[in-house]
């Protein structure tokens, strides 16, 4: 088959994956934050009454889609099986398998362009996947010890241990992968934590008290109680995630020099928000919560502010010389326009990335203040670096832009 035929059909698996992830968390996410919202705002029934009699330990009333509702929970079990039980795993399930897919399509099939900066690290590509793949293994292997370790025991401690192990395997990432697959992989490492989570810990547990019942014995409420520990875990890991999941569309802070360290802050963020609305379900409001949240985002908002770029006099003086504009025509189309052109010759890329053409004149000054921000003031561009642009070359697109761009 054609080279360009086989990289639209990429694009297509791309696609599809994509949308299907988005579907599937959606479903995840939302079920998820539903029930974590109904078992922080439920409330005992009264002492005495028919339902606690039959054994609920709360409940509540809900108005939703012209329809009252009345959910229920029974600690530990209801003293019968009821003879429909509905699961929530396959949402999970979809969510991990097609991010994992994801992970192939935009990033081991490209591992070249999308995976390597050899500013970074002069990896292969097989060196650059064995990491992603082994950041997956490594990091929901040693969570699950430290879960089933003393430290379980202790929640507030584990939290914090666990932060600052993402943040490590954050900081060597970013050591070694483009910040975009380094963020990316922390990414899938938490989410792999938390389909692990449910598929390891959750549904065993829930099955082992289903089973219990069905043998007409009490079940044990440790299954319960580790069931809970992890989906507690899972909330919390939500919200950075779903940053994670979005950072790619921010170069500002993946291809910052401490871009480790902008997520730091990010995730902390997240969790400091995850845990306002935690409270509030329970109906304590604590605006210090996410106020320390955005206080977190406004300081690396500050901290990654583009500064104006130091730039070697020479190149400086050379592009306001010559005019600049001829020679910047030729430093995109010799780092550029292998990607960013209606027909790339770059492999692995069929599309112009992004929409963005930079092969006539007119494209180029339509796209200027583009090009700038990812080529001279991100420094994301080109991506990984594969077209080995170099600083000088950088200065002359800023010093041209900055003249006004003409
Ligand atoms: C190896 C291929 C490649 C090369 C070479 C490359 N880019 Fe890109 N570019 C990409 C990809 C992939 C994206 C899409 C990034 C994303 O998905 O967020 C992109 C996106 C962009 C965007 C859009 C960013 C946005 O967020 O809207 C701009 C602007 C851009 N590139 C400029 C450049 C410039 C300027 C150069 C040369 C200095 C360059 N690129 C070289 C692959 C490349």
Request: some cysteine; overall charge positive; proline content about 5%.
């Amino acid at each position: 088959m054609e080279a360009f035929l086989l990289t639209y059909g990429v694009e297509w698996l791309n696609l599809l994956g994509r949308w299907l992830h988005l579907i599937t968390g959606i479903a995840w996410i939302g079920a998820s934050f539903y029930f974590v919202w109904l078992d922080n705002s439920i409330k005992p029934p009264a002492p005495g009454s028919e339902l606690a009699g039959k054994g609920v330990s709360g409940e509540l009333w809900a108005v939703h889609g012209g329809g009252f509702y009345n959910p229920q929970k029974y600690l530990i079990a209801p003293k019968e099986l009821p003879q429909e039980l509905h699961w929530f795993k396959w949402e999970a399930y979809a969510t991990w398998l097609s991010g994992f897919a994801l992970l192939f399509i935009v990033y081991y099939f490209n591992a070249s362009a999308m995976m390597i900066d050899k500013s970074v690290a002069d990896l292969s590509s097989w060196q650059a996947i064995g990491i992603g793949l082994g950041t997956l293994v490594v990091g929901w292997t040693v969570y699950d010890l430290l879960c089933r370790s003393p430290l379980g025991e202790r929640e507030g401690l584990l939290g914090i241990v666990m932060y600052i192990l993402i943040v490590a395997a954050a900081f060597a990432l970013s050591k070694l992968l483009s910040g975009r697959a380094a963020y990316i992989h922390v990414g899938a490492m938490i989410g792999t934590m938390m389909v692990g989570n449910v598929l390891m810990v959750i549904i065993p547990g829930q099955r082992k008290l289903v089973e219990a019942m069905r043998a007409g014995r009490q079940p044990d409420a440790i299954h319960g109680r580790r069931a809970k520990q992890r989906s507690v875990h899972n909330n919390y890991f939500t919200l950075p995630v779903l940053f994670i999941m979005i950072s790619n569309h921010y170069a500002m802070t993946y291809s910052h020099s401490y871009n480790w360290a902008v997520l730091a802050a990010i995730m902390a963020a997240g969790v400091l928000i995850r845990h306002f609305f935690n409270l509030k379900h329970k109906g304590r409001i604590a605006w210090g919560y996410p106020a320390a949240g955005m206080a977190l985002l406004l300081a690396v908002a500050i901290a990654i502010a583009p500064r104006p770029a130091a730039r070697p006099q020479a190149a400086a003086n050379g592009a306001a010389n010559d005019a600049g504009f001829a020679r910047v025509q030729t430093i995109i189309a010799q780092r550029c326009v292998s990607c960013h052109s209606a027909q790339p010759t770059q492999p692995g890329f069929a599309t112009a990335p992004a929409g963005v053409m930079l092969d006539t004149p007119a494209l180029l000054r339509q796209h200027a203040a583009k090009v700038y921000q990812q080529a001279v003031q991100l420094k994301a561009m080109p991506i990984g670096n594969l077209t080995q642009i170099t600083d000088e070359e950088r200065a002359i697109i800023g010093a041209w832009y900055e003249a006004g761009a003409k």
